[in-house]
Protein backbone atom coordinates (compact mmCIF):
# COMPACT_ATOMS: atom_id res chain seq x y z
CA UNK A 1 0.00 0.00 0.00
CA UNK A 2 0.96 3.56 -0.57
CA UNK A 3 2.24 5.05 3.04
CA UNK A 4 2.35 8.84 3.70
CA UNK A 5 4.30 8.81 7.11
CA UNK A 6 4.85 12.58 8.79
CA UNK A 7 7.81 12.88 10.71
CA UNK A 8 9.06 10.28 8.68
CA UNK A 9 13.03 11.46 9.23
CA UNK A 10 12.11 11.98 12.97
CA UNK A 11 13.42 9.19 16.03
CA UNK A 12 10.11 6.42 15.87
CA UNK A 13 8.44 7.77 12.21
CA UNK A 14 11.83 6.91 10.70
CA UNK A 15 11.54 3.45 12.31
CA UNK A 16 8.06 3.46 11.34
CA UNK A 17 9.47 3.75 7.74
CA UNK A 18 11.94 1.40 7.80
CA UNK A 19 9.42 -1.75 9.12
CA UNK A 20 6.53 -0.35 6.40
CA UNK A 21 8.95 -0.89 3.59
CA UNK A 22 10.67 -4.49 4.81
CA UNK A 23 6.60 -5.30 5.02
CA UNK A 24 6.56 -4.11 1.10
CA UNK A 25 4.62 -0.96 1.13
CA UNK A 26 5.66 1.97 -0.77
CA UNK A 27 6.06 4.91 1.45
CA UNK A 28 6.81 8.85 1.08
CA UNK A 29 7.83 11.36 3.93
CA UNK A 30 6.81 14.52 4.82
CA UNK A 31 9.23 16.72 7.29
CA UNK A 32 9.99 19.95 7.48
CA UNK A 33 13.44 19.05 9.77
CA UNK A 34 12.55 21.38 12.48
CA UNK A 35 15.38 22.59 14.54
CA UNK A 36 13.67 21.61 17.63
CA UNK A 37 12.74 18.18 16.74
CA UNK A 38 14.38 14.99 16.48
CA UNK A 39 14.26 14.95 11.92
CA UNK A 40 17.57 14.30 10.10
CA UNK A 41 18.29 13.52 6.86
CA UNK A 42 20.37 10.49 8.14
CA UNK A 43 17.75 9.14 9.74
CA UNK A 44 16.02 9.17 6.14
CA UNK A 45 14.71 5.42 4.68
CA UNK A 46 16.53 5.88 0.82
CA UNK A 47 14.04 3.72 -0.89
CA UNK A 48 10.93 6.44 0.45
CA UNK A 49 10.22 9.55 -1.37
CA UNK A 50 11.15 12.58 0.52
CA UNK A 51 8.94 15.78 0.60
CA UNK A 52 10.72 18.48 3.15
CA UNK A 53 7.50 19.99 3.85
CA UNK A 54 5.60 21.51 6.62
CA UNK A 55 2.70 19.78 7.57
CA UNK A 56 1.25 23.61 9.01
CA UNK A 57 1.93 24.88 4.76
CA UNK A 58 -1.13 24.49 3.03
CA UNK A 59 -0.82 24.86 -0.49
CA UNK A 60 2.80 22.33 -0.28
CA UNK A 61 1.03 19.86 2.12
CA UNK A 62 -1.54 19.73 -1.00
CA UNK A 63 1.04 18.90 -3.56
CA UNK A 64 2.45 16.35 -1.35
CA UNK A 65 -1.50 14.32 -1.04
CA UNK A 66 -1.87 15.30 -5.01
CA UNK A 67 1.62 13.91 -6.17
CA UNK A 68 1.72 10.71 -3.73
CA UNK A 69 -1.80 9.97 -3.42
CA UNK A 70 -1.48 8.09 -0.27
CA UNK A 71 -3.87 5.03 0.79
CA UNK A 72 -2.84 5.31 4.49
CA UNK A 73 -1.26 7.96 6.72
CA UNK A 74 0.83 7.51 9.78
CA UNK A 75 1.02 11.18 11.36
CA UNK A 76 4.29 11.24 13.51
CA UNK A 77 5.29 14.98 12.96
CA UNK A 78 4.50 16.90 16.03
CA UNK A 79 6.05 19.83 17.92
CA UNK A 80 6.67 17.31 20.62
CA UNK A 81 8.52 18.65 23.58
CA UNK A 82 6.34 19.21 26.73
CA UNK A 83 9.15 22.08 27.64
CA UNK A 84 8.35 23.88 24.52
CA UNK A 85 4.72 23.51 24.43
CA UNK A 86 4.82 25.47 27.82
CA UNK A 87 7.05 27.93 26.53
CA UNK A 88 5.48 28.53 23.07
CA UNK A 89 1.53 27.05 23.37
CA UNK A 90 0.54 28.99 19.95
CA UNK A 91 3.42 27.17 18.25
CA UNK A 92 2.45 23.83 19.69
CA UNK A 93 -1.12 24.25 18.69
CA UNK A 94 -0.09 25.80 14.87
CA UNK A 95 1.55 22.14 14.48
CA UNK A 96 -0.05 19.52 17.04
CA UNK A 97 -3.85 20.90 15.82
CA UNK A 98 -3.68 22.68 12.72
CA UNK A 99 -1.15 20.98 10.91
CA UNK A 100 -3.24 17.95 11.76
CA UNK A 101 -6.36 19.74 10.36
CA UNK A 102 -4.29 20.58 7.01
CA UNK A 103 -3.59 15.99 7.11
CA UNK A 104 -7.50 15.49 7.80
CA UNK A 105 -8.40 17.74 5.03
CA UNK A 106 -6.41 16.43 2.30
CA UNK A 107 -6.73 13.06 3.74
CA UNK A 108 -10.76 13.37 2.90
CA UNK A 109 -9.95 15.41 -0.71
CA UNK A 110 -7.93 12.52 -1.92
CA UNK A 111 -9.92 9.40 -0.33
CA UNK A 112 -7.19 8.32 2.59
CA UNK A 113 -8.67 5.18 3.71
CA UNK A 114 -7.23 5.88 7.43
CA UNK A 115 -4.72 7.99 9.58
CA UNK A 116 -2.51 6.42 12.71
CA UNK A 117 -1.79 9.14 15.11
CA UNK A 118 0.94 8.98 17.73
CA UNK A 119 -1.00 10.08 20.73
CA UNK A 120 0.79 9.86 24.13
CA UNK A 121 0.88 9.13 27.89
CA UNK A 122 0.91 13.07 28.67
CA UNK A 123 -2.65 13.18 27.45
CA UNK A 124 -3.22 11.83 31.34
CA UNK A 125 -1.68 14.19 33.21
CA UNK A 126 -0.90 12.78 36.54
CA UNK A 127 -2.78 9.47 36.34
CA UNK A 128 -5.88 8.88 38.09
CA UNK A 129 -5.08 5.30 38.72
CA UNK A 130 -2.39 2.95 37.88
CA UNK A 131 -1.83 0.69 35.49
CA UNK A 132 -2.62 3.77 32.63
CA UNK A 133 -5.49 1.97 30.52
CA UNK A 134 -7.88 3.37 27.80
CA UNK A 135 -10.36 3.96 30.68
CA UNK A 136 -8.27 5.95 32.52
CA UNK A 137 -9.32 9.41 32.53
CA UNK A 138 -7.83 11.95 30.60
CA UNK A 139 -6.48 15.15 32.00
CA UNK A 140 -3.42 16.27 30.93
CA UNK A 141 -1.06 18.94 32.26
CA UNK A 142 0.70 20.36 29.89
CA UNK A 143 -0.38 21.85 25.93
CA UNK A 144 1.37 19.65 24.51
CA UNK A 145 -0.90 16.76 26.43
CA UNK A 146 -3.59 19.10 25.26
CA UNK A 147 -3.13 19.11 21.52
CA UNK A 148 -2.90 15.35 21.70
CA UNK A 149 -5.69 14.94 23.17
CA UNK A 150 -8.09 16.94 21.14
CA UNK A 151 -6.14 15.44 18.16
CA UNK A 152 -7.62 12.61 19.09
CA UNK A 153 -11.45 13.49 19.77
CA UNK A 154 -10.76 15.33 15.92
CA UNK A 155 -10.01 12.06 14.86
CA UNK A 156 -13.33 10.84 16.22
CA UNK A 157 -15.52 13.37 15.26
CA UNK A 158 -13.54 13.24 11.67
CA UNK A 159 -14.25 9.49 10.91
CA UNK A 160 -17.86 10.00 11.86
CA UNK A 161 -18.31 13.33 9.50
CA UNK A 162 -16.15 12.13 6.76
CA UNK A 163 -15.63 8.00 7.52
CA UNK A 164 -11.86 8.68 7.86
CA UNK A 165 -10.83 5.73 9.84
CA UNK A 166 -8.36 6.37 12.45
CA UNK A 167 -6.27 4.55 15.30
CA UNK A 168 -4.74 6.44 17.97
CA UNK A 169 -1.79 5.10 19.70
CA UNK A 170 -0.87 6.30 23.32
CA UNK A 171 2.67 5.67 23.43
CA UNK A 172 4.32 5.60 26.88
CA UNK A 173 8.37 6.87 27.24
CA UNK A 174 9.84 5.96 23.78
CA UNK A 175 13.42 5.23 23.72
CA UNK A 176 15.94 3.51 21.25
CA UNK A 177 18.07 4.30 18.50
CA UNK A 178 18.18 7.58 16.74
CA UNK A 179 16.73 9.82 19.43
CA UNK A 180 18.08 13.25 19.65
CA UNK A 181 20.47 12.86 23.08
CA UNK A 182 20.44 16.26 22.73
CA UNK A 183 16.67 17.00 23.65
CA UNK A 184 15.03 18.01 27.20
CA UNK A 185 13.84 14.82 27.59
CA UNK A 186 14.63 10.98 26.25
CA UNK A 187 16.41 10.19 29.45
CA UNK A 188 18.17 6.81 27.97
CA UNK A 189 19.73 8.37 24.96
CA UNK A 190 21.13 11.62 26.95
CA UNK A 191 22.54 9.66 29.79
CA UNK A 192 23.83 6.83 26.82
CA UNK A 193 25.80 9.77 25.37
CA UNK A 194 26.99 11.11 28.34
CA UNK A 195 28.33 7.27 29.74
CA UNK A 196 29.98 6.86 26.25
CA UNK A 197 31.82 10.00 26.69
CA UNK A 198 32.49 9.83 30.57
CA UNK A 199 30.61 12.65 31.62
CA UNK A 200 28.89 13.37 34.50
CA UNK A 201 24.81 12.40 35.16
CA UNK A 202 22.52 14.61 36.54
CA UNK A 203 19.86 13.42 37.95
CA UNK A 204 16.68 15.01 38.97
CA UNK A 205 14.00 14.30 42.14
CA UNK A 206 15.63 11.52 44.15
CA UNK A 207 16.07 9.30 40.90
CA UNK A 208 13.17 6.87 41.94
CA UNK A 209 10.52 8.56 39.54
CA UNK A 210 9.51 5.42 37.50
CA UNK A 211 8.29 5.77 33.80
CA UNK A 212 7.25 3.12 31.21
CA UNK A 213 9.83 2.87 28.47
CA UNK A 214 8.93 1.12 25.53
CA UNK A 215 11.42 0.36 22.82
CA UNK A 216 11.04 2.28 19.25
CA UNK A 217 10.91 -1.02 17.38
CA UNK A 218 7.97 -2.17 19.33
CA UNK A 219 6.32 1.26 18.97
CA UNK A 220 6.82 0.97 15.25
CA UNK A 221 5.57 -2.55 15.21
CA UNK A 222 2.07 -1.25 16.70
CA UNK A 223 1.81 1.34 14.38
CA UNK A 224 2.57 -1.25 11.67
CA UNK A 225 -0.06 -3.41 12.64
CA UNK A 226 -2.52 -0.63 13.26
CA UNK A 227 -2.34 0.16 9.28
CA UNK A 228 -4.90 -2.76 9.45
CA UNK A 229 -6.09 -3.51 12.42
CA UNK A 230 -7.83 -1.50 15.52
CA UNK A 231 -10.13 0.65 13.41
CA UNK A 232 -11.56 3.70 15.11
CA UNK A 233 -10.25 3.23 18.46
CA UNK A 234 -7.62 3.49 20.88
CA UNK A 235 -4.86 1.98 22.22
CA UNK A 236 -1.84 2.23 25.10
CA UNK A 237 1.90 0.80 23.88
CA UNK A 238 4.01 0.45 26.74
CA UNK A 239 5.50 -2.63 28.60
CA UNK A 240 3.46 -2.26 32.10
CA UNK A 241 6.98 -2.34 33.71
CA UNK A 242 7.97 0.78 35.29
CA UNK A 243 11.77 1.81 35.68
CA UNK A 244 13.47 4.59 37.82
CA UNK A 245 15.94 6.57 36.88
CA UNK A 246 18.58 5.17 39.26
CA UNK A 247 17.72 1.61 37.73
CA UNK A 248 18.39 3.61 34.43
CA UNK A 249 21.92 4.58 35.70
CA UNK A 250 22.75 1.28 36.78
CA UNK A 251 22.06 -0.57 33.80
CA UNK A 252 23.97 1.88 31.73
CA UNK A 253 26.86 0.96 34.07
CA UNK A 254 26.96 -2.40 34.28
CA UNK A 255 26.85 -2.02 29.52
CA UNK A 256 29.40 0.54 29.58
CA UNK A 257 31.39 -0.98 32.72
CA UNK A 258 31.55 3.52 33.44
CA UNK A 259 30.15 4.90 36.67
CA UNK A 260 29.94 8.21 35.66
CA UNK A 261 30.07 11.29 38.94
CA UNK A 262 26.05 12.00 39.81
CA UNK A 263 24.81 15.85 40.23
CA UNK A 264 21.23 15.83 41.74
CA UNK A 265 18.78 18.51 40.54
CA UNK A 266 15.21 18.96 41.85
CA UNK A 267 11.96 17.91 40.35
CA UNK A 268 11.41 19.10 36.91
CA UNK A 269 8.15 21.20 36.53
CA UNK A 270 5.67 19.08 35.60
CA UNK A 271 6.98 15.19 36.26
CA UNK A 272 5.23 12.52 37.09
CA UNK A 273 6.52 10.03 39.80
CA UNK A 274 5.12 6.72 38.53
CA UNK A 275 3.07 6.40 35.21
CA UNK A 276 3.17 2.68 33.75
CA UNK A 277 0.79 1.04 31.04
CA UNK A 278 -1.92 -1.46 30.64
CA UNK A 279 -1.67 -2.88 27.04
CA UNK A 280 -3.67 -5.51 27.06
CA UNK A 281 -6.59 -3.48 24.35
CA UNK A 282 -3.30 -3.75 21.88
CA UNK A 283 -2.56 -7.27 23.06
CA UNK A 284 -6.00 -8.43 22.38
CA UNK A 285 -6.95 -6.07 19.01
CA UNK A 286 -3.81 -5.35 17.24
CA UNK A 287 -2.33 -8.32 18.01
CA UNK A 288 0.28 -6.26 19.88
CA UNK A 289 2.74 -7.13 22.54
CA UNK A 290 6.67 -5.59 23.29
CA UNK A 291 9.08 -8.15 22.52
CA UNK A 292 12.16 -6.32 23.39
CA UNK A 293 13.23 -6.34 27.17
CA UNK A 294 14.19 -3.11 29.01
CA UNK A 295 18.48 -4.90 29.10
CA UNK A 296 18.27 -5.68 24.94
CA UNK A 297 16.60 -2.24 24.43
CA UNK A 298 19.50 -0.09 26.42
CA UNK A 299 22.20 -2.05 25.25
CA UNK A 300 20.83 -1.82 21.56
CA UNK A 301 20.55 2.19 21.90
CA UNK A 302 24.16 2.27 23.87
CA UNK A 303 25.43 0.05 20.47
CA UNK A 304 23.97 3.02 18.15
CA UNK A 305 25.55 5.81 19.94
CA UNK A 306 28.75 3.96 20.01
CA UNK A 307 29.48 4.07 16.40
N1 LIG B 1 9.39 10.05 21.99
C1 LIG B 1 8.42 9.75 22.83
O1 LIG B 1 8.68 9.22 23.93
C2 LIG B 1 6.97 9.98 22.46
C3 LIG B 1 5.98 9.62 23.39
C4 LIG B 1 4.65 9.82 23.03
C5 LIG B 1 4.32 10.36 21.80
N2 LIG B 1 5.31 10.74 20.93
C6 LIG B 1 4.91 11.30 19.63
O2 LIG B 1 5.52 10.52 18.62
C7 LIG B 1 5.75 11.33 17.46
C8 LIG B 1 7.20 11.22 17.04
O3 LIG B 1 8.01 11.73 18.10
P1 LIG B 1 9.59 11.58 18.11
O4 LIG B 1 10.00 11.32 19.51
O5 LIG B 1 10.00 10.65 17.05
O6 LIG B 1 10.02 13.07 17.78
P2 LIG B 1 10.95 13.64 16.60
O7 LIG B 1 11.11 15.09 16.84
O8 LIG B 1 12.18 12.81 16.44
O9 LIG B 1 10.03 13.41 15.31
C9 LIG B 1 9.05 14.34 14.93
C10 LIG B 1 9.33 14.74 13.49
O10 LIG B 1 8.32 15.67 13.10
C11 LIG B 1 8.95 16.67 12.30
N3 LIG B 1 8.15 17.89 12.36
C12 LIG B 1 7.98 18.73 13.41
N4 LIG B 1 7.19 19.75 13.07
C13 LIG B 1 6.87 19.57 11.77
C14 LIG B 1 6.10 20.30 10.84
N5 LIG B 1 5.50 21.46 11.18
N6 LIG B 1 5.97 19.82 9.58
C15 LIG B 1 6.58 18.67 9.20
N7 LIG B 1 7.33 17.94 10.05
C16 LIG B 1 7.46 18.37 11.31
C17 LIG B 1 10.33 16.85 12.90
O11 LIG B 1 11.24 17.43 11.97
C18 LIG B 1 10.68 15.42 13.29
O12 LIG B 1 11.40 14.78 12.26
C19 LIG B 1 5.34 12.75 17.86
O13 LIG B 1 4.02 12.96 17.41
C20 LIG B 1 5.38 12.71 19.38
O14 LIG B 1 4.53 13.67 19.94
C21 LIG B 1 6.63 10.56 21.22
Known amino acids: MKILVTGGA ?31 LTNLNEQARFYR ?7 TLKHVFDDFKPE ?24 NVLGLLNILENCTRVGVRK ?14 RLPIDEEVIQRPESPYGITKMVTEHYLRYWHDANGLAYTAL ?11 PNGEAGVIAIFAKRFLAHEPIRIDWDG ?8 VKDV ?47 KRPG ?11 AENHLGWKPSISFEDGVRATVDFFRV
Open 10 to 40: GFIGSHIVDQCIAAGHEVAIVDNLWDEGGGK
Open 53 to 59: ADITDEA
Open 72 to 95: LVSHQAAQHSVSVSTKKPKLDAQV
Open 115 to 128: IVFASSGATYGTPA
Open 170 to 180: RYGNVYGPRQD
Open 208 to 215: EQRKDYVF
Open 220 to 266: AHANLLALDHGDNDIFCIGTGRPVSVNEIYHELATITGYHPEITHAP
Open 271 to 281: DIYLAYFNSIK
